[in-house]
């Protein structure tokens, strides 16, 4: 008898968790088990990734009701005597504008706000997985019957005591905690560390043969720039260090490099990241590509790629780059050294301008040096699909104890 998998996760847009999602779908053995994937926004790009075999159950009742204008939102209300939805709606309105938030604000905000007027799941699960942290998180504890329940914690963050204290009645309700570098576990525990003994590591999984063939199927840059292509894969949010490419870019600027500056995401900052291109003056440089269900045409093309995070919990584009023997300059966060080898397969720099911008230029002119990178890239084990005989062990825990 196939057993029941829950997955759970906010959306299906183009960042690391949600590819890593997808990649570990893609991957599964569906004649051992049934699948559901539960999201809080539909219609994002990586849903067509899919498998078929995979239930995309339908929207929230709440979460439909967002999409609503306001104005019909209310009205809506009004026709059914039912006001617990706008009324909820409008206080989280209310507390994000008043609470300049950061990502683990938001999400305990929208829980204490909008929880009561979330219908559970009927179900009843084998394994419930909440792919990532926060809300899934809350809701898989909340909102869920299951046998098990697994929490995957895939971005390094450290928590102020009220979100500590939030966090930890919710991550007590589940059965383990999986980090997706030893990083991630490192600082987590640091915050929690009562859950020393059942925090497992699971990386990222990483498919070489899908990469590659998605590489060749789809369109890159359309530009026909000829000079050095530099790109960068993120959300347009502060974790991502945007600031950080930007002064690069205007030191590459000074030095008189051919280049354009790439960047495929989108996300709060945008707006903000458009008009401080325009009042620097980098309109011709740094090119904001928006987002891409399939980059990876974009990184085969690609003659540099560099990550200017400051916080990851893994670094997936990072994998990917390298698995396209693609050289990274990458600057040095708390999981880089799970998947860089200094000067190897890239340089790891400060986190700083000047230290982008300097090792851009190293691989721009120590030829040696770039040609060195770029065999060692392709010499390199690509790929960690073993890493999905960890998740087997996790969801088949049960068996190997009975």
């Known amino acids: 008898m196939k057993k029941k ?42 849903e067509r990734l899919v498998p078929q075999e995979v239930t995309i159950l339908k929207p929230l009742k709440y979460t439909q009701f967002t999409t609503l204008p306001l104005k019909n939102a209310f009205m809506t209300s009004l026709k059914q005597s039912e006001y617990r939805m706008l009324m909820s709606r409008l206080k989280y309105s209310t507390l994000i504008r008043k609470n300049p938030s950061t990502n683990p604000q938001k999400a305990r905000i929208f829980w204490q706000s909008v929880s009561s007027v979330i219908e559970p799941n009927p179900k009843k699960y084998d394994i419930a997985i909440s792919y990532a942290q926060g809300v899934p998180t809350f809701y898989v504890a909340e909102k869920i019957k299951a046998k098990r329940k697994l929490a995957w914690v895939n971005v390094s963050y450290r928590l102020e005591e009220k979100e500590k204290q939030f966090q930890k009645d919710y991550y007590d309700k589940f059965d383990s905690i999986v980090a997706v570098s030893e990083s991630t576990k490192k600082v987590f525990l640091e915050t929690f560390p009562e859950y020393a003994n059942v925090i497992k590591v699971v990386y990222d999984i990483n498919n070489p043969a899908f990469i590659r063939k998605m590489a060749n199927f789809g369109i890159g840059f359309q530009d026909n720039f000829n000079g050095l292509k530099i790109l960068t894969i993120g959300r347009l949010a502060p974790q991502k260090g945007y600031d950080i490419a930007l002064a690069a870019c205007e030191k590459l600027i000074e030095g008189g490099i051919d280049f354009r500056w790439y960047a495929l995401g989108k996300g709060p900052l945008q707006e903000e990241i458009k008009n401080k291109i325009k009042e620097r003056g980098l309109s011709e440089h740094f090119i904001l590509l928006g ?112």
Do not use: W
Request: charged fraction near 25%; glycine fraction near 6%; aromatic fraction near 10%.
């Open 291 to 402: 987002v891409e269900a399939n980059p990876y045409p974009f990184i085969k093309d690609a003659d540099i790629y560099v990550q200017t995070s400051k916080f990851e919990g893994y670094g997936l584009a990072i994998a990917e780059a390298r698995m396209l023997n693609v050289p990274v300059v990458t600057t040095e966060f708390d999981a880089v050294y799970n998947q860089m080898v200094q000067r190897k397969n890239g340089l790891v720099v400060d986190m700083n301008a000047e230290a982008v911008c300097n090792g851009i230029i190293e691989l721009i002119q120590n030829k040696q040096l770039r040609e060195e990178i770029i065999s060692y890239l392709r010499n390199e084990k690509k790929g960690n699909t073993e890493e999905l005989a960890k998740f087997y062990e996790l969801v088949n825990y049960n068996e190997s104890v009975s």
């Open 5 to 46: 998998l829950l997955f759970v996760i906010d959306s299906l847009d183009c960042a690391g968790a949600e590819k890593s999602l997808v990649t570990l779908l893609g991957l599964l053995d569906y004649s051992r088990y049934s699948v559901d994937l539960m999201l809080f926004a539909h219609g994002k790009e990586l």
